[in-house]
């Protein structure tokens, strides 16, 4: 039984000692020793793990500034293999030497004279042992009826599809009147993505891809472009990306115009009862009649089926899971003429808290954020659509240049996929095409 003495009696606690504590103030019950003794073990325990940690760090920026880049074998290492380790430099000994000629075939390609850059304007030439696919262009037949092809001119043109490079061949034949008088007819190159450039859609697309949708950096595409036999500079792979999410901006205000169209129409409803200044139960008529649909019969329809499709964590996803999680309150408005749609008036009461942010954070380039965006979004909505983005930038940027203005919104991901996507086929390396005959 408990007395009231001890039950008033305050709970002891762990004096704080340090090194300079003396002896004498230590206290001298059993139970707050050995309290102290846990403690101060879990402190060694955790300053051990930071140790251990921080010497690592030590030891690898050693490395880094003292040692050497390359890995290499630690010599006791040696030791657990003494004896195999001998057989194999004993082997190792009686190989012949390789000619001079011979490379291994982990070493970086040499430039030859084949791939060295020409000297009119820069350019590596393409591998020769890269497959061609050729494509004759003609003019239009009625200018050469009478006419004899006297040559062809012949553009080269990087491509890639999934099986890998290969070098797309524009042939373009010359026609010259059979008498000898007039000019030359020719056909007109087709459309490319960046004009008077190297690459094609097919290898934007990929490179594009690869980094926006695979995450990989662009100095690992040089390192596979190299495993090809390419030359590919990670700064002109970056002006390819810039010049293309140039031509794809504007699809992406088009989806922008299409997009959250629904929202605007709520808006369009908030503006029409400000003009006819209705009063609390006219706004919520007016909401009932006109916005409860757009939310309930569009919206949330379109969460629904995105929820599933998008990764948890990513920001569209959080967008998607705190909207499907906010709905009731997001419908409070319809119910209730006095409430706002949105917070647009606490926004503008905190404003002057935030007005400063801008000056605080940076970013690299202005520039390169607004492609990065361009591009992330054209991926997502791909994703969205359940389209594979390869096939879709390709054929894309194959077509921006000539596609009409007015109608851009057809490519659109979820339009593309309408229109488009059944009617695309990519090219074969088996794939012979024959000349026609002259």
């Not at 020719?186 to 490319?192: F, I, Q, R, T, Y």
Request: hydrophobic fraction near 35%.
């Amino acid at each position: 039984m408990v007395t009231p003495t001890e039950a008033q009696a305050p709970v002891s606690k762990t004096p704080r000692i340090t090194a300079e504590t003396p002896s004498s103030a230590l206290p001298s019950e059993v139970i707050t020793l050995q309290q102290m003794v846990l403690q101060l073990l879990g402190q060694i325990k955790e300053k051990t793990r930071e140790n251990f940690d921080l010497q690592c760090q030590l030891d690898w920026l050693q490395r880094q500034l003292f040692g050497r880049r390359s890995e290499k074998m630690d010599p006791n290492q040696r030791l657990l293999f003494e004896d195999l380790f001998a057989k194999l430099q004993q082997q190792l000994e009686q190989q012949p030497v390789p000619e001079a000629t011979e490379t291994s075939s982990s070493s970086p390609p040499k430039v030859t004279p084949a791939n060295r850059p020409s000297r009119r304007n820069g350019r590596v030439p393409l591998p020769e042992d890269l497959p061609r696919v050729p494509e004759y262009i003609d003019p239009d037949p009625r200018l050469i009826e009478k006419m004899r092809c006297l040559g062809e001119d012949i553009t080269e043109i990087l491509e890639y599809i999934p099986a890998g490079f290969y070098v797309r061949q524009i042939i373009r034949r010359k026609y010259a009147p059979r008498g000898g008088c007039g000019s030359v007819v020719m056909g007109p190159l087709p459309a490319l993505p960046i004009e008077k450039g190297r690459p094609g859609p097919g290898v934007l697309a990929y490179i594009i891809t690869s980094k926006y949708c695979d995450h990989l950096p662009l100095y690992r595409l040089e390192q596979i472009f190299a495993r090809h036999g390419l030359h590919i500079p990670r700064t002109t792979q970056w002006d390819w990306v810039r010049d293309s999410a140039d031509l794809l901006l504007p699809i992406v205000l088009a989806m922008k115009r299409l997009i959250l169209a629904l929202i605007a129409q709520l808006y369009i409803i908030e503006e029409k009862a400000q003009e006819e200044q209705l009063d609390a139960e006219g706004v919520k008529a007016l909401r009932q009649k006109f916005s409860k649909p757009i939310l309930q019969d569009q919206i949330q329809p379109l969460l629904e089926s995105w929820s599933p499709d998008v990764l948890p964590k990513s920001p569209i996803g959080k967008a998607v899971t705190y909207a499907l999680n906010q709905w009731e309150a997001l419908n409070r408005s319809w119910e209730n003429g006095i409430l706002c749609i949105d917070n647009s008036l606490s926004e503008r009461v905190i404003k002057l808290v935030a007005l400063g942010r801008k000056n605080w954070l940076f970013s690299g380039s202005d520039g390169g954020a607004q492609r990065a965006a361009i591009l992330y979004s054209l991926i997502a909505s791909c994703k969205l659509c359940q389209i594979d983005p390869f096939l879709y930038l390709r054929d894309v940027l194959e077509r921006i240049n000539t596609h009409p203005a007015n109608r851009i919104d057809e490519l659109t991901p979820p339009r593309w996929k309408e229109l488009f996507l059944p009617k695309i086929s990519l090219p074969s390396f088996k794939a012979k095409t024959e000349s026609r005959a002259e």
